[in-house]
């Protein structure tokens, strides 16, 4: 096990958990944050609870920590109030604040390259062509499933969940999310799959496997 790289995501995690204190000190809405910050104190753990067997690439660790901060600073603000969204909104004259689609780009950009990994690692699929094809199909059904949730959200909590669904009037806001997730999923795998690539091998040596 590097060392180095342990001490890295060791700083790393902690950063996290302190950012994450800070989002959930005084939220714009307690019961959006916790239901926003859930996949980042879910994934922390186990994370760690893999890392000396199964341990990730660099790159998809600085991608987790990245979408956790996307996750975390939507949590803090609620989607549709983050100051961030508002301030491209006014840049390219959206009429919406855009941040949950930034949010839903994560939510493809990264599973992506958590389902490409544990793929090419677990040797279950031959074939590049193939393996792009199943990676974003599993992300579709991640950002279906999450879809699901904000409907029974939606269904449990009446007005209440408004601002965990933050579709801020749009009647196609399921639609496009799901495509911004598919963008996010695409700009993965055209950006970073040779680079994954290398750090998988650096991993898993071809003559170990």
Excluded at 94 to 120: C, S, T
Excluded at 154 to 178: I, K, N, R
Aim: contains cysteine; proline residues 5%; charged residues 15%.
């Amino acid at each position: 096990m590097d060392a180095t790289r342990t001490r890295a995501l060791l700083a790393a995690t902690a950063v996290l958990l302190a950012l994450l204190a800070l989002s959930g000190w005084r939220p714009y809405d307690r019961a959006t944050w916790a239901m926003e910050v859930a996949p980042v104190v879910i994934a922390l753990p186990l994370l760690w609870g893999t890392y000396r067997r199964f341990p990730l690439t660099t790159l998809l660790y600085a991608c987790i920590f990245v979408h956790a901060l996307v996750l975390m600073l939507g949590g803090a603000y609620t989607y549709a109030r983050v100051p961030l969204g508002f301030q491209i909104a006014e840049l390219f004259g959206l009429h919406r604040n855009p941040y949950d689609k930034i949010g839903h780009f994560f939510q493809g950009f990264v599973p992506v390259l958590v389902a490409r990994e544990i793929l090419i690692r677990g040797d279950f699929v031959r074939g590049r062509k193939m393996l792009a094809f199943i990676v974003v199909c599993i992300v579709l059904a991640i950002s279906a499933t999450y879809e699901f949730i904000e409907w029974g959200a939606a269904l449990a909590l009446g007005q209440g969940a408004d601002e965990f669904l933050g579709t801020q009037g749009d009647p196609w806001d399921t639609q496009s999310d799901m495509f911004f997730a598919l963008l996010g999923a695409v700009a993965a795998l055209v950006l970073f799959s040779r680079v994954h690539d290398r750090q998988i091998r650096q991993l898993d040596p071809p003559q170990g496997r």
